[in-house]
C-alpha cells in the first residue's frame, strides 16, 4: 500500500483570489514534492462525486456549486506520512477553528470556500488521485 502519497484540490475560490502560487510554496516548504499538478475545472456529475459521502448533508448543494465555480488545481503530493502531514498543514475545515499558520487560516474564506481539499486516507488519496491523473502524469 502507497503510504507517503495524498492528493489536493486548490479548490475555485483560490484561483479566484490568485492564491494559488503562495500556497503552493507553502506545500512545498513543508516539504512535499509535487509529483502531477494540472488546472481542470470539474463537471458537477465529477463534483457529486467526488463528494457523495456527503450528499445528504445539508451543504451538498452549496459544495457541488462551489465546486464547479471555476477552475481548480489538482496535484499528488509526496512525502512522509502524507495523508497525516498535509491534513495538518491545511487545518480544520473550518478556517475559524484553523490553527495559525495552516493554509485554511492563512488563505480560507469560510467553512465551506475552504481554499484547499486534502485527502483523508491512504485509500482515498489513490482513489482520488487516480481519477484525475493517468500514469503518464505522475513523477
Ligand atoms: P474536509 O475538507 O476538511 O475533509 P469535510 O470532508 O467534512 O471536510 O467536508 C468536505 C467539504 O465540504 C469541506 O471542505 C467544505 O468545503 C464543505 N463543508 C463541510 N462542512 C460544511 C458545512 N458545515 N457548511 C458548509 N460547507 C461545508
Ligand atoms: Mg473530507
Given at each position: 500500500m502507497i503510504t507517503n502519497r495524498t492528493f489536493t484540490m486548490l479548490k475555485p475560490d483560490s484561483v479566484e483570489k490568485g492564491n494559488v502560487g503562495p500556497i503552493i510554496e507553502k506545500i512545498t516548504a513543508a516539504g512535499f514534492k509535487i509529483i502531477a499538478m494540472k488546472m481542470v475545472r470539474?463537471?458537477?456529475?465529477?463534483?457529486?462525486?467526488?463528494?457523495?459521502?456527503?450528499?445528504?448533508?445539508?451543504?451538498?448543494?452549496?459544495?457541488?456549486?462551489?465546486?464547479?465555480?471555476?477552475?481548480?488545481?489538482?496535484?499528488?503530493?509526496?512525502?512522509?506520512?502524507?495523508?497525516?502531514?498535509?491534513?495538518?498543514?491545511?487545518?480544520?475545515?473550518?478556517?475559524?477553528?484553523?490553527?495559525?499558520?495552516?493554509?485554511r487560516k492563512l488563505f480560507a474564506t469560510s467553512i465551506s470556500e475552504n481554499a484547499v481539499h486534502g485527502s483523508d486516507s491512504n485509500e482515498n488519496a489513490l482513489i482520488e488521485g487516480s481519477y484525475h491523473f493517468s500514469g503518464r502524469e505522475v513523477f
Amino acid at each position: 500500500m502507497i503510504t507517503n502519497r495524498t492528493f489536493t484540490m486548490l479548490k475555485p475560490d483560490s484561483v479566484e483570489k490568485g492564491n494559488v502560487g503562495p500556497i503552493i510554496e507553502k506545500i512545498t516548504a513543508a516539504g512535499f514534492k509535487i509529483i502531477a499538478m494540472k488546472m481542470v475545472r470539474l463537471s458537477r456529475a465529477d463534483a457529486k462525486d467526488f463528494y457523495a459521502i456527503h450528499k445528504d448533508r445539508p451543504f451538498f448543494n452549496d459544495l457541488v456549486e462551489f465546486m464547479v465555480r471555476g477552475p481548480i488545481v489538482v496535484a499528488i503530493l509526496e512525502k512522509e506520512n502524507a495523508v497525516e502531514d498535509f491534513r495538518a498543514l491545511i487545518g480544520a475545515t473550518n478556517p475559524a477553528e484553523a490553527a495559525e499558520g495552516t493554509i485554511r487560516k492563512l488563505f480560507a474564506t469560510s467553512i465551506s470556500e475552504n481554499a484547499v481539499h486534502g485527502s483523508d486516507s491512504n485509500e482515498n488519496a489513490l482513489i482520488e488521485g487516480s481519477y484525475h491523473f493517468s500514469g503518464r502524469e505522475v513523477f
